[in-house]
């Protein structure tokens, strides 16, 4: 009986051991990746920070003699939001330079009530200002990304800077640039045919709209057979720019003192005079311009003179270290704050042309005395500002030497036949 339970358990065991080890295991369920969905927030694609997506937009411009309230009223806006104007815009937002011509956008809502929910002034291409019409009135200011976008760019004149620029499709603010960068050395008012330039430069972007010019980092000029080097480089927290050699450009003067204008009379020891009709020195140099141009110091220095006389009529006299003075005439009006005593800086406007004193027409005479005595304002060689340091020498010739390959690799090709006669700025 014993050897009969034995055997029973042991088999009993046996089937169990025999169920246990050829069970099979539990299916793993599959994985149906349809069943599984990657939710990806998309961002609202906004304009001045608002999404469009909410809004129906108009775009309208701003037309003669509107003001902001009556465009604004124009569009619906309650006469209390309208009131609210001067108290929200105070320091943000001049509402009386609202101009012309200018775009605005109104956001409304696109439901059958079309409330105005948003206008959107566009100041310039780059600024604009968002009034929103909520429970009050709200006021922000906001300007558009600016893309920079590298250039190469040249031309070779044939008659003037500006229609070079023109004919190459360039950016006319490029000549204005360009013009001040090489104050020291170009004379501007005097360019010939074949005079060439070369720029590598930033052309400033907002989306696919340009815009302006930026930085222009380094540039050649070729002036009267003479060639001239211009690298933007900082030193002493200040960016300038320097030759090749590394000598600083910013010369003691500039070149000329205003920058639309030209020639119309030199320097001379015997000149009939247009008016006395005698024959008299002038020791200056006439600027013919329209008047109200503006017109700048020549260099550094402190106003040792400013009024007025029946000969010069308006007048400033800046005296610039022991040895140079310059005198300038004939102004319309002053500059902002110029006074006798006050320090003036390179490039700063003293004043305005006009035709006060003895004077046929608007003109700028200018003067200028060294150690004393009158010179031709025409032949002055100035010297130059410090140059880069000795420190820096190195550091500033591995700075430029890829912008020098660019503006040597440039080829430039010839557009205009090659004259010899005297052009302008």
């Known amino acids: 009986m014993k050897k009969f339970v034995a055997i029973v358990t042991i088999s009993i065991a046996a089937v169990a051991a ?75 937002f001049n509402i009386r330079s609202v101009r012309a011509g200018n775009k605005y956008k109104i956001f409304s809502s696109p439901d059958t009530t ?48 500006w229609e070079a620029m023109n004919n190459h499709n360039l950016n006319p603010v490029l000549a204005l640039d360009l013009s001040d960068i090489f104050a020291w050395a170009v004379d501007f008012f005097g360019l010939y ?59 003691a003067f500039l070149k000329a003192p205003l920058r639309f204008s030209r020639i119309s009379s030199g320097f001379s020891y015997n000149r009939m005079h247009p008016i006395l009709k005698i024959n008299r020195p002038h020791t200056g140099v006439d600027y013919a311009a329209p008047e109200g141009t503006p017109v700048v110091a020549l260099g550094d220095g402190v106003v040792i003179a400013k009024g007025y006389n029946n000969a010069a009529g308006n007048f400033v006299r800046i005296k610039h270290n022991s040895v140079y003075t310059t005198g300038y005439n004939h102004f319309s009006r002053f500059g902002k704050g110029i006074a006798q005593g006050v320090r003036v800086q390179q490039g700063q406007i003293i004043g305005y042309v006009g035709k006060t004193g003895l004077a046929t027409g608007p003109h700028l005479d200018m003067r200028f005395w060294k150690n004393g005595k009158a010179i031709d304002p025409l032949k002055v060689e100035a010297p130059p500002v410090e140059p880069i340091k000795d420190e820096l020498k190195n550091n500033y010739a591995k700075t430029i030497a890829p912008l020098r390959v660019k503006l040597d690799s440039i080829s430039l090709k010839p557009v205009f036949p090659s004259h010899s006669a005297y052009s302008s700025f």
């Open 193 to 251: 045919n074949g005079d060439k330039f070369k720029a590598v430069y930033d052309e400033l972007y907002v989306g696919d709209e340009p815009i302006g010019v930026g930085t222009i980092h380094a540039a050649w000029f070729e002036h009267r057979g003479h060639k001239y080097y211009a690298f933007r480089y900082m030193q002493d927290s200040v960016w300038s720019y320097w030759d090749e050699q590394g000598n600083s450009l910013r010369k």
């Open 18 to 92: 025999v169920a246990l080890f050829s069970k099979t295991p539990p299916s793993t369920p599959k994985i149906n990746k349809s069943d599984y969905r990657v939710t990806i927030d998309e961002q609202p694609k906004k304009e001045y920070g608002i999404a469009i997506d909410s809004f129906n937009i108009e775009t309208f411009t701003v037309k003669r003699n509107q003001t902001l309230g009556v465009i604004m009223h124009s569009h619906g806006v309650s006469g209390q939001l309208i009131n609210q104007l001067p108290s929200k815009t105070k320091d943000i």
């Open 114 to 161: 079309n409330k105005t929910e948003y206008l959107v002034y566009e100041h310039s291409q780059v600024d604009y200002v968002v009034f929103h019409f909520g429970d009050s009135l709200s006021v922000s200011l906001g300007q558009r990304d600016i893309t920079p976008v590298t250039r190469i760019s040249e031309a070779e004149i044939s008659s003037s800077l």
